[in-house]
């Protein structure tokens, strides 16, 4: 059963430009998130998807951008590229609870480092 | 609103002796609270989670931590350290099981001298 992946792996990206992550949920998930890990940082929320539709979102401005497709995979975009968005970004998957009991619980994926020069 | 504080960014301690890993919480609602560990170059790994049932909680690797509502805390503890232990622990807090965001602490990093 592979779990969560996420490509590519690693990323370098100058100033201004744009990427695109993407995530793959363990096989079963419906619903993913997205966190963005700083360099000697907790992981901090960026959004999360289900039903194609963002449901929940933290405090990261209008750059970050995401989009969830029918087999449940996941992109994350990120537009005009500051030096700040050097970071690890993980995703996470997991089944809506509306699925039943031991639903919720979310699985990491490995992440994508993405380093702005 | 809901946050995390961890105790101490670096921990170390000699291989069989007590790990203690601090975590104090902060939350508007009953909260559900999670340990992860982050070994280099890989994702997150659910060490144990508390959701309302035992305040005690035994996870995976021998690690168990214990809900203490009135010190608003839920320190991680182990018995006896292995090599393997040594990794980035982080404390996660959430308004439930964890299907909605997970808030972490900033993570302390436990050495393991032999």
């Known amino acids: 059963d592979a779990g969560v992946t996420q490509s590519p792996t690693h990323l370098i990206k100058t100033r201004g430009q744009q990427v695109t992550l993407r995530c793959s949920p363990k096989?079963?998930?419906?619903?993913v998130s997205w966190y963005q890990q700083a360099l000697g940082q907790g992981p901090q929320f960026i959004f999360q998807?289900?039903?194609?539709?963002?449901?929940q979102r933290g405090n990261f401005p209008d750059r970050f951008s995401g989009h969830q497709f029918p087999n449940y995979s996941s992109e994350l975009n990120v537009n005009a590229l500051l030096l700040g968005d050097s970071a690890l970004y993980l995703c996470?998957?997991?089944?809506?609870?509306?699925?039943?009991?031991?639903?919720?619980?979310?699985?990491f994926g490995p992440g994508t480092r993405l380093t702005v020069l | 609103a809901q946050s995390v504080t961890q105790l101490g960014s670096h921990v170390s301690v000699s291989e069989g002796a007590l790990v203690l890993l601090r975590c104090n919480y902060s939350?508007?609602?009953?909260?559900?609270l999670f340990w992860y560990v982050q070994y280099p170059n890989q994702g997150l790994q659910l060490l144990l989670k508390?959701?309302?049932?035992?305040?005690l909680v035994k996870g995976i690797n021998g690690f168990e931590a214990e809900f203490k509502k009135s010190e608003t805390s839920f320190h991680l503890t182990k018995p006896s350290a292995h090599m393997s232990d040594a990794a980035e622990y982080f404390c996660?807090?959430?308004?439930?099981?964890?299907?909605?965001?997970?808030?972490f602490g900033s993570g302390t990093r436990l050495q393991v001298q032999p």
């Open positions: 996470a998957s997991s089944l809506h609870p509306r699925r039943g009991a031991g639903a919720g619980e979310q699985f």
């Open positions: 096989s079963g998930h419906d619903t």
């Open positions: 508390y959701t309302s049932a035992a305040t």
């Open positions: 939350s508007s609602v009953p909260p559900y």
């Open positions: 998807y289900y039903e194609e539709e963002e449901r």
């Open positions: 996660a807090v959430s308004p439930d099981t964890g299907r909605r965001a997970l808030t």
